[in-house]
Protein backbone atom coordinates (compact mmCIF):
# COMPACT_ATOMS: atom_id res chain seq x y z
CA UNK A 1 0.00 0.00 0.00
CA UNK A 2 1.50 3.19 -0.76
CA UNK A 3 1.53 5.84 2.07
CA UNK A 4 1.56 5.08 5.77
CA UNK A 5 -1.65 4.97 7.92
CA UNK A 6 -1.41 7.87 8.96
CA UNK A 7 -3.31 9.72 12.44
CA UNK A 8 -7.00 8.96 12.77
CA UNK A 9 -8.73 10.89 10.59
CA UNK A 10 -12.71 11.14 9.41
CA UNK A 11 -14.64 8.44 9.16
CA UNK A 12 -16.22 7.51 5.87
CA UNK A 13 -19.87 8.59 7.38
CA UNK A 14 -17.90 12.32 7.46
CA UNK A 15 -16.99 12.52 4.40
CA UNK A 16 -18.88 14.55 1.32
CA UNK A 17 -21.62 11.93 -0.34
CA UNK A 18 -20.30 12.58 -3.53
CA UNK A 19 -16.64 11.61 -1.71
CA UNK A 20 -18.39 8.66 -0.44
CA UNK A 21 -19.75 7.29 -4.08
CA UNK A 22 -16.22 7.72 -5.10
CA UNK A 23 -14.38 5.48 -2.37
CA UNK A 24 -17.39 3.12 -3.16
CA UNK A 25 -16.38 3.50 -7.28
CA UNK A 26 -12.58 2.83 -6.27
CA UNK A 27 -13.16 -0.15 -4.39
CA UNK A 28 -15.69 -1.42 -6.54
CA UNK A 29 -13.39 -1.68 -9.50
CA UNK A 30 -10.57 -3.85 -7.35
CA UNK A 31 -12.75 -5.31 -5.59
CA UNK A 32 -11.92 -9.10 -7.51
CA UNK A 33 -8.40 -8.72 -6.92
CA UNK A 34 -8.21 -7.95 -2.97
CA UNK A 35 -7.85 -10.98 -0.86
CA UNK A 36 -9.82 -12.29 2.25
CA UNK A 37 -13.26 -10.62 0.68
CA UNK A 38 -15.85 -10.65 3.88
CA UNK A 39 -18.79 -13.24 2.81
CA UNK A 40 -21.40 -10.21 1.60
CA UNK A 41 -18.82 -9.16 -0.55
CA UNK A 42 -17.72 -12.26 -2.78
CA UNK A 43 -21.20 -12.56 -4.67
CA UNK A 44 -20.38 -8.67 -5.16
CA UNK A 45 -17.27 -9.09 -6.83
CA UNK A 46 -18.48 -11.42 -9.49
CA UNK A 47 -20.53 -8.29 -10.76
CA UNK A 48 -19.52 -5.93 -13.43
CA UNK A 49 -18.07 -2.93 -11.83
CA UNK A 50 -20.68 -0.38 -12.66
CA UNK A 51 -23.21 -3.64 -10.79
CA UNK A 52 -20.71 -3.57 -8.18
CA UNK A 53 -21.09 0.11 -7.34
CA UNK A 54 -24.59 0.16 -7.49
CA UNK A 55 -25.72 -2.90 -6.39
CA UNK A 56 -23.16 -4.14 -3.71
CA UNK A 57 -22.88 0.17 -2.28
CA UNK A 58 -24.42 -0.84 1.04
CA UNK A 59 -22.06 -3.84 1.57
CA UNK A 60 -19.14 -2.07 0.37
CA UNK A 61 -19.56 0.65 3.08
CA UNK A 62 -20.11 -1.60 5.67
CA UNK A 63 -16.66 -3.64 5.19
CA UNK A 64 -14.92 -0.62 4.68
CA UNK A 65 -15.26 -0.04 8.26
CA UNK A 66 -13.01 -2.66 9.13
CA UNK A 67 -9.29 -1.25 8.94
CA UNK A 68 -7.52 -4.40 8.03
CA UNK A 69 -10.24 -4.86 4.81
CA UNK A 70 -9.62 -1.05 3.70
CA UNK A 71 -5.97 -1.58 4.22
CA UNK A 72 -6.33 -4.61 1.80
CA UNK A 73 -8.45 -2.62 -0.40
CA UNK A 74 -5.78 0.62 -0.40
CA UNK A 75 -2.85 -1.88 -1.88
CA UNK A 76 -5.16 -2.32 -4.36
CA UNK A 77 -6.14 0.89 -5.77
CA UNK A 78 -2.71 2.33 -5.24
CA UNK A 79 -1.38 -0.13 -7.44
CA UNK A 80 -3.87 1.44 -10.53
CA UNK A 81 -4.30 4.42 -9.59
CA UNK A 82 -2.37 7.54 -9.24
CA UNK A 83 -2.84 10.49 -6.96
CA UNK A 84 -1.99 12.82 -9.17
CA UNK A 85 -5.05 11.79 -11.76
CA UNK A 86 -7.83 13.01 -9.62
CA UNK A 87 -8.14 16.37 -10.03
CA UNK A 88 -11.53 17.39 -8.68
CA UNK A 89 -11.74 17.34 -4.82
CA UNK A 90 -13.74 14.56 -4.41
CA UNK A 91 -11.42 12.09 -6.20
CA UNK A 92 -8.60 13.67 -4.04
CA UNK A 93 -10.79 12.74 -0.60
CA UNK A 94 -11.66 9.74 -1.89
CA UNK A 95 -8.02 8.10 -2.49
CA UNK A 96 -6.95 10.36 0.69
CA UNK A 97 -9.29 8.27 2.86
CA UNK A 98 -8.18 5.14 0.98
CA UNK A 99 -4.41 5.48 1.28
CA UNK A 100 -3.91 7.67 4.16
CA UNK A 101 -0.58 9.18 3.26
CA UNK A 102 0.88 11.72 5.49
CA UNK A 103 -1.61 14.54 6.08
CA UNK A 104 -4.28 12.93 4.66
CA UNK A 105 -6.89 14.44 7.25
CA UNK A 106 -6.22 17.95 5.97
CA UNK A 107 -6.76 16.81 2.47
CA UNK A 108 -10.08 15.58 3.44
CA UNK A 109 -11.40 18.62 5.07
CA UNK A 110 -9.89 20.57 2.50
CA UNK A 111 -11.79 18.73 -0.28
CA UNK A 112 -14.65 18.91 1.94
CA UNK A 113 -15.29 22.93 2.03
CA UNK A 114 -14.37 23.04 -1.55
CA UNK A 115 -16.95 20.71 -2.07
CA UNK A 116 -19.68 22.53 0.29
CA UNK A 117 -18.67 25.61 -1.57
CA UNK A 118 -19.24 24.23 -5.06
CA UNK A 119 -22.20 22.80 -4.02
CA UNK A 120 -23.35 25.81 -2.48
CA UNK A 121 -22.89 27.53 -5.50
CA UNK A 122 -24.19 25.06 -7.42
CA UNK A 123 -27.73 25.11 -5.63
CA UNK A 124 -27.63 29.33 -5.51
CA UNK A 125 -27.37 29.14 -9.14
CA UNK A 126 -29.88 26.18 -9.46
CA UNK A 127 -32.46 28.03 -7.23
CA UNK A 128 -32.27 30.90 -9.95
CA UNK A 129 -32.50 29.41 -12.84
CA UNK A 130 -35.03 27.84 -11.35
CA UNK A 131 -36.84 31.31 -10.49
CA UNK A 132 -35.99 32.63 -13.78
CA UNK A 133 -37.20 29.76 -15.65
CA UNK A 134 -40.58 30.07 -12.98
CA UNK A 135 -40.61 33.60 -14.44
CA UNK A 136 -40.43 33.21 -17.67
CA UNK A 137 -43.47 30.74 -17.50
CA UNK A 138 -45.77 32.96 -16.00
CA UNK A 139 -44.40 35.67 -18.92
CA UNK A 140 -45.34 33.52 -21.30
CA UNK A 141 -48.78 32.06 -20.12
CA UNK A 142 -49.09 36.07 -19.40
CA UNK A 143 -48.53 36.45 -22.94
CA UNK A 144 -50.85 33.56 -23.83
CA UNK A 145 -53.73 34.79 -22.07
CA UNK A 146 -53.49 38.02 -23.70
CA UNK A 147 -53.03 36.83 -27.30
CA UNK A 148 -56.29 34.33 -26.73
CA UNK A 149 -57.88 37.40 -25.17
CA UNK A 150 -57.02 39.49 -27.87
CA UNK A 151 -58.08 36.57 -30.90
CA UNK A 152 -61.42 36.36 -29.56
CA UNK A 153 -62.02 40.18 -28.92
CA UNK A 154 -60.97 40.46 -32.92
CA UNK A 155 -63.21 37.24 -33.55
CA UNK A 156 -66.29 38.90 -31.70
CA UNK A 157 -65.80 42.37 -33.63
CA UNK A 158 -65.43 40.46 -36.82
CA UNK A 159 -68.77 38.95 -35.98
CA UNK A 160 -70.54 42.52 -34.92
CA UNK A 161 -69.07 43.79 -38.02
CA UNK A 162 -70.61 40.87 -40.21
CA UNK A 163 -74.00 41.09 -38.40
CA UNK A 164 -73.88 45.39 -38.63
CA UNK A 165 -73.72 44.73 -42.66
CA UNK A 166 -76.33 42.00 -42.42
CA UNK A 167 -78.46 43.80 -41.25
CA UNK A 168 -77.55 47.15 -43.10
CA UNK A 169 -78.34 45.15 -46.17
CA UNK A 170 -81.89 44.17 -44.73
CA UNK A 171 -82.86 47.73 -44.06
CA UNK A 172 -82.08 48.90 -47.19
CA UNK A 173 -83.86 45.85 -48.96
CA UNK A 174 -86.48 46.23 -46.78
CA UNK A 175 -86.81 50.13 -47.20
CA UNK A 176 -87.13 49.11 -51.16
CA UNK A 177 -89.76 46.64 -50.47
CA UNK A 178 -92.00 49.24 -48.08
CA UNK A 179 -91.67 51.93 -50.55
CA UNK A 180 -93.05 49.45 -53.35
CA UNK A 181 -95.94 48.22 -51.28
CA UNK A 182 -96.74 51.70 -50.39
CA UNK A 183 -96.69 52.43 -54.04
CA UNK A 184 -98.77 49.08 -54.87
CA UNK A 185 -100.79 49.97 -51.48
CA UNK A 186 -101.97 53.28 -53.05
CA UNK A 187 -102.97 52.38 -56.24
CA UNK A 188 -104.99 49.27 -54.79
CA UNK A 189 -106.84 51.78 -52.62
CA UNK A 190 -107.81 53.86 -55.29
CA UNK A 191 -109.25 51.28 -56.70
CA UNK A 192 -110.69 49.92 -53.93
CA UNK A 193 -112.58 53.17 -53.48
CA UNK A 194 -114.42 52.85 -56.31
CA UNK A 195 -115.35 49.36 -56.06
CA UNK A 196 -115.93 49.31 -52.35
CA UNK A 197 -120.08 50.87 -52.32
CA UNK A 198 -120.55 48.76 -55.23
CA UNK A 199 -119.29 45.79 -53.43
CA UNK A 200 -120.94 46.96 -50.09
CA UNK A 201 -124.36 45.79 -50.48
CA UNK A 202 -123.14 42.19 -52.24
CA UNK A 203 -120.72 41.88 -49.04
CA UNK A 204 -123.42 41.80 -46.39
CA UNK A 205 -125.50 39.78 -48.14
CA UNK A 206 -123.10 36.70 -48.66
CA UNK A 207 -121.99 37.52 -44.89
CA UNK A 208 -125.99 36.98 -43.87
CA UNK A 209 -125.41 33.67 -46.14
CA UNK A 210 -122.58 32.20 -44.33
CA UNK A 211 -123.72 33.00 -40.82
CA UNK A 212 -127.00 30.72 -41.83
CA UNK A 213 -124.89 28.26 -42.94
CA UNK A 214 -122.46 28.06 -39.68
CA UNK A 215 -125.43 27.95 -38.11
CA UNK A 216 -127.22 24.83 -39.96
CA UNK A 217 -123.70 23.03 -39.38
CA UNK A 218 -123.18 23.60 -35.64
CA UNK A 219 -126.77 22.26 -35.38
CA UNK A 220 -125.84 19.18 -37.80
CA UNK A 221 -122.68 18.38 -35.73
CA UNK A 222 -124.83 18.68 -32.32
CA UNK A 223 -126.89 16.51 -33.43
CA UNK A 224 -124.40 13.91 -34.45
CA UNK A 225 -122.03 14.43 -31.29
CA UNK A 226 -125.25 13.48 -29.65
CA UNK A 227 -126.12 10.24 -31.88
CA UNK A 228 -122.17 8.91 -31.29
CA UNK A 229 -122.66 9.15 -27.66
CA UNK A 230 -125.59 7.42 -27.82
CA UNK A 231 -124.19 4.60 -29.98
CA UNK A 232 -121.33 4.74 -27.47
CA UNK A 233 -123.15 4.04 -24.23
CA UNK A 234 -125.19 1.25 -26.15
CA UNK A 235 -121.85 -0.56 -27.02
CA UNK A 236 -120.68 -0.42 -23.63
CA UNK A 237 -123.62 -1.59 -21.97
CA UNK A 238 -123.97 -4.89 -24.00
CA UNK A 239 -120.03 -5.56 -23.34
CA UNK A 240 -120.49 -5.34 -19.59
CA UNK A 241 -123.43 -7.26 -20.17
CA UNK A 242 -121.81 -10.08 -21.55
CA UNK A 243 -118.57 -9.85 -19.62
CA UNK A 244 -120.75 -10.56 -16.84
CA UNK A 245 -122.57 -13.56 -18.47
CA UNK A 246 -119.17 -14.99 -19.32
CA UNK A 247 -118.21 -14.47 -15.39
CA UNK A 248 -121.30 -15.71 -14.09
CA UNK A 249 -120.83 -18.37 -16.47
CA UNK A 250 -117.32 -19.34 -15.13
CA UNK A 251 -118.30 -19.12 -11.89
CA UNK A 252 -120.99 -21.70 -11.86
CA UNK A 253 -119.11 -23.99 -14.27
CA UNK A 254 -116.67 -23.75 -11.11
CA UNK A 255 -120.15 -24.39 -8.74
CA UNK A 256 -121.16 -27.21 -11.44
CA UNK A 257 -118.06 -29.44 -10.99
CA UNK A 258 -117.06 -28.87 -7.98
CA UNK A 259 -113.63 -27.58 -9.03
CA UNK A 260 -110.96 -27.25 -6.17
CA UNK A 261 -109.20 -23.91 -6.10
CA UNK A 262 -105.89 -24.18 -8.05
CA UNK A 263 -102.60 -23.87 -6.44
CA UNK A 264 -99.04 -24.38 -7.55
CA UNK A 265 -97.90 -23.69 -10.90
CA UNK A 266 -97.18 -25.48 -14.02
CA UNK A 267 -93.21 -24.99 -13.68
CA UNK A 268 -93.12 -26.04 -9.95
CA UNK A 269 -92.31 -30.33 -11.08
CA UNK A 270 -89.22 -28.29 -13.21
CA UNK A 271 -88.10 -26.27 -10.08
CA UNK A 272 -88.47 -29.81 -7.79
CA UNK A 273 -86.36 -31.86 -10.41
CA UNK A 274 -83.81 -29.13 -10.63
CA UNK A 275 -83.91 -28.96 -6.76
CA UNK A 276 -83.41 -32.22 -6.17
CA UNK A 277 -80.33 -32.32 -9.04
CA UNK A 278 -78.91 -29.63 -6.27
CA UNK A 279 -80.08 -26.52 -7.34
CA UNK A 280 -81.24 -25.28 -3.71
CA UNK A 281 -84.47 -23.48 -4.63
CA UNK A 282 -85.97 -20.55 -2.20
CA UNK A 283 -89.49 -19.08 -1.72
CA UNK A 284 -91.39 -17.99 -4.64
CA UNK A 285 -91.74 -13.51 -5.27
CA UNK A 286 -92.85 -11.41 -7.97
CA UNK A 287 -90.35 -9.13 -10.28
CA UNK A 288 -91.98 -6.85 -12.71
CA UNK A 289 -90.69 -6.72 -16.28
CA UNK A 290 -91.53 -5.33 -19.91
CA UNK A 291 -90.42 -3.74 -22.95
CA UNK A 292 -89.95 -0.71 -21.51
CA UNK A 293 -90.02 -0.47 -17.15
CA UNK A 294 -93.89 0.79 -17.86
CA UNK A 295 -94.85 -2.16 -20.00
CA UNK A 296 -93.12 -4.50 -17.47
CA UNK A 297 -95.29 -3.21 -14.75
CA UNK A 298 -98.37 -3.67 -16.61
CA UNK A 299 -97.50 -6.89 -17.27
CA UNK A 300 -96.98 -8.12 -13.88
CA UNK A 301 -99.98 -6.35 -12.61
CA UNK A 302 -102.05 -9.12 -14.67
CA UNK A 303 -103.95 -12.00 -12.88
CA UNK A 304 -101.36 -15.03 -12.10
CA UNK A 305 -98.67 -13.26 -13.81
CA UNK A 306 -95.10 -15.04 -13.88
CA UNK A 307 -91.53 -13.65 -13.73
CA UNK A 308 -88.49 -15.37 -14.81
CA UNK A 309 -85.31 -13.48 -14.59
CA UNK A 310 -81.92 -14.61 -15.92
CA UNK A 311 -80.20 -13.72 -12.91
CA UNK A 312 -76.55 -13.12 -14.37
CA UNK A 313 -77.70 -11.68 -17.47
CA UNK A 314 -79.16 -9.02 -15.27
CA UNK A 315 -76.70 -8.81 -12.19
CA UNK A 316 -73.74 -8.46 -14.40
CA UNK A 317 -75.51 -5.67 -16.69
CA UNK A 318 -76.35 -4.01 -13.44
CA UNK A 319 -73.21 -4.49 -11.11
CA UNK A 320 -70.17 -5.91 -13.66
CA UNK A 321 -67.83 -5.06 -11.49
CA UNK A 322 -68.81 -6.91 -8.30
CA UNK A 323 -68.31 -10.53 -7.77
CA UNK A 324 -71.03 -13.28 -8.34
CA UNK A 325 -71.84 -13.44 -4.90
CA UNK A 326 -72.62 -9.32 -4.08
CA UNK A 327 -74.32 -9.55 -7.72
CA UNK A 328 -76.87 -12.37 -6.85
CA UNK A 329 -77.59 -10.52 -3.13
CA UNK A 330 -78.01 -7.18 -4.52
CA UNK A 331 -80.63 -8.49 -7.66
CA UNK A 332 -82.56 -10.52 -5.15
CA UNK A 333 -82.41 -7.80 -2.46
CA UNK A 334 -84.07 -5.09 -5.38
CA UNK A 335 -86.64 -7.88 -6.49
CA UNK A 336 -88.10 -8.23 -3.08
CA UNK A 337 -90.26 -5.04 -3.13
CA UNK A 338 -91.70 -4.79 -6.11
CA UNK A 339 -92.79 -8.77 -5.76
CA UNK A 340 -94.62 -7.99 -2.56
CA UNK A 341 -96.12 -4.93 -4.60
CA UNK A 342 -97.14 -6.59 -7.76
CA UNK A 343 -97.88 -10.42 -5.87
CA UNK A 344 -96.25 -11.96 -9.55
CA UNK A 345 -95.24 -15.47 -8.78
CA UNK A 346 -91.39 -15.03 -9.67
CA UNK A 347 -88.22 -17.65 -10.20
CA UNK A 348 -84.57 -16.08 -10.54
CA UNK A 349 -82.31 -19.22 -12.47
CA UNK A 350 -78.25 -18.45 -12.52
CA UNK A 351 -76.05 -20.27 -14.06
CA UNK A 352 -74.28 -23.15 -12.41
CA UNK A 353 -73.14 -25.48 -15.62
CA UNK A 354 -69.42 -25.33 -14.92
CA UNK A 355 -69.82 -25.86 -11.66
CA UNK A 356 -70.15 -28.85 -8.92
CA UNK A 357 -71.72 -26.96 -5.93
CA UNK A 358 -74.04 -24.91 -5.33
CA UNK A 359 -73.87 -21.52 -3.16
CA UNK A 360 -75.70 -21.05 -0.05
CA UNK A 361 -77.98 -17.83 -1.23
CA UNK A 362 -80.79 -16.03 1.70
CA UNK A 363 -83.71 -15.19 -0.56
CA UNK A 364 -86.34 -12.87 0.35
CA UNK A 365 -90.05 -13.76 0.94
CA UNK A 366 -91.75 -14.46 -1.93
CA UNK A 367 -88.69 -15.00 -4.53
CA UNK A 368 -87.97 -18.77 -5.93
CA UNK A 369 -84.26 -19.01 -6.90
CA UNK A 370 -83.03 -21.83 -9.06
CA UNK A 371 -79.40 -23.18 -9.80
CA UNK A 372 -78.95 -24.79 -13.40
CA UNK A 373 -78.11 -28.26 -13.01
CA UNK A 374 -73.81 -29.37 -13.96
CA UNK A 375 -73.75 -29.12 -17.81
CA UNK A 376 -77.38 -27.28 -18.11
CA UNK A 377 -77.06 -23.48 -18.95
CA UNK A 378 -79.53 -21.61 -17.44
CA UNK A 379 -80.92 -20.21 -20.97
CA UNK A 380 -81.95 -24.11 -21.72
CA UNK A 381 -84.01 -24.43 -17.98
CA UNK A 382 -85.61 -20.81 -18.91
CA UNK A 383 -87.01 -22.21 -22.27
CA UNK A 384 -87.88 -25.54 -20.31
CA UNK A 385 -90.21 -23.27 -17.77
CA UNK A 386 -91.92 -21.61 -19.97
CA UNK A 387 -92.75 -25.07 -21.92
CA UNK A 388 -94.22 -25.97 -19.15
CA UNK A 389 -96.68 -22.98 -18.99
CA UNK A 390 -100.52 -22.72 -21.09
CA UNK A 391 -100.26 -20.76 -23.84
CA UNK A 392 -102.69 -18.06 -22.70
CA UNK A 393 -100.94 -17.16 -19.33
CA UNK A 394 -98.95 -13.77 -18.56
CA UNK A 395 -95.02 -15.27 -18.87
CA UNK A 396 -92.48 -12.35 -18.60
CA UNK A 397 -88.93 -13.69 -19.38
CA UNK A 398 -85.80 -11.19 -18.05
CA UNK A 399 -82.79 -11.63 -20.10
CA UNK A 400 -80.98 -9.70 -22.50
CA UNK A 401 -79.74 -13.02 -24.84
CA UNK A 402 -81.21 -12.37 -28.54
CA UNK A 403 -81.08 -16.36 -28.83
CA UNK A 404 -83.15 -16.48 -25.49
CA UNK A 405 -85.87 -13.95 -26.20
CA UNK A 406 -86.79 -15.81 -29.70
CA UNK A 407 -87.37 -18.85 -28.83
CA UNK A 408 -89.55 -18.14 -25.39
CA UNK A 409 -91.48 -15.59 -27.63
CA UNK A 410 -92.12 -18.89 -29.96
CA UNK A 411 -93.48 -20.41 -27.50
CA UNK A 412 -95.67 -17.94 -26.29
CA UNK A 413 -93.99 -15.71 -23.60
CA UNK A 414 -93.43 -12.14 -23.01
CA UNK A 415 -89.51 -11.55 -23.75
CA UNK A 416 -88.18 -8.57 -21.76
CA UNK A 417 -84.09 -7.03 -21.99
CA UNK A 418 -82.29 -6.60 -18.36
CA UNK A 419 -82.63 -2.96 -19.06
CA UNK A 420 -85.89 -2.81 -18.87
CA UNK A 421 -86.13 -4.64 -15.06
CA UNK A 422 -83.14 -2.93 -13.75
CA UNK A 423 -85.03 0.79 -14.50
CA UNK A 424 -88.21 -0.62 -13.13
CA UNK A 425 -86.16 -2.38 -9.98
CA UNK A 426 -84.27 1.77 -9.52
CA UNK A 427 -88.65 3.36 -9.99
CA UNK A 428 -89.34 0.99 -6.90
CA UNK A 429 -86.50 1.48 -5.19
Known amino acids: ????????????????????????????????AVVRLPPALRRVAEFAPVRRARLGAGAIITALADEEFRERVATQVAGRTSPDREDDAAGRAALAWLLRPEGWPTVVEEAAVELAERDGATERDEAEAARLRQRLEQVEQTLREVRAAHKVQVEEYKVEVSTLRRKLGEARAGERSAREEAEEATRAAEERRTATETASAAQDKELRRLRAQVERAEAELSAGRRAARSERDEGSLRARMLLDTVLESAAGLQRELALPPVSGAPGDRIERELAEAGAPAAASTAVPGGATPAVLEQYLSLPRARLLVD??????TAWPESTLEAQRTRLLGALAPLVARTGAEATVVFDAASSSTRPVVRVPRGVKVLFSPEGVIADDVLRELVAAEPRGRMVVVVSSDRAVATDVSRAGARAVASEALLGLLARTS
Do not use: H, I, Q
Open 1 to 32: MSGSSGPTGPGLDALPASARTRVVALTADVLP
Open 311 to 316: GYNVSK
